[in-house]
Structure formats: structure tokens, C-alpha cells
């Protein structure tokens, strides 16, 4: 073991670096090991994100526009006696559409 002083990683803050310097040896133990617990969670939820992102674009239906959520359904909609497909979805209070295109007269 060195009887020099670790060298910080260069993308850590100078203000943190300096924070650390001052704590006691039991201050930057406690430190250490949540800051590893902290990057163990922070990995996982970006690993369970990007497992979902994955999955939404696995069950998304090929004819859905990028701007329309996976959760969107389709609604016909009558407008002066002529039908049309709309996709439909809930964002907060409010529901949202977009169009789709006709009903075509054999459905």
C-alpha cells in the first residue's frame, strides 16, 4: 500500500473530491458502500428500462405512428354518415386521437 494519497478519478467534481478529503476514514467507508449500492440500482433500473423500451417496441403493432402510444386503441368514428378509424388514448384527464383512416364499406 502507497503512503500517497489515492489520486480521484478526473471526472469526479473538485467540490466532492474536497468533501471527501475532510470526512473521517468510517464517514468515507459509509460513503463507499452506498455509493456502490447506489451504482448497483442505478444500473438495474437502466437495465429494466431498457427491458421495457424492448418490449414496448416488440408489441407495438406495425400500422401505429411513432406519436401514438402502445396503450392506444381503435375507435370508429361517424361523421356526417361516412366511418373512420381513429386511434384513442387517455393522457392524464384527457383523451386523445388521431386518425387512421376510413371504414372501409365491407367491415
Known sequence: MSYEPPTPPANLPTE????????SPEQLQGIATY????????ERE????????QKEMEERPEDLP?????????????????????????DGDKICSQYKGPVSSDE
Open 35 to 42: 455509493a456502490e449500492a447506489l451504482a448497483e440500482h442505478k
Open 16 to 23: 466532492i473530491v474536497n468533501t471527501l478529503n475532510e470526512l
Open 66 to 90: 411513432d406519436d401514438v402510444p402502445v396503450k392506444a386503441t381503435i375507435t370508429i368514428k361517424e361523421i356526417n354518415d361516412n366511418r373512420y378509424y381513429y386511434w384513442q388514448w387517455r
Open 46 to 53: 437502466a437495465r429494466l428500462e431498457e427491458s421495457a423500451d
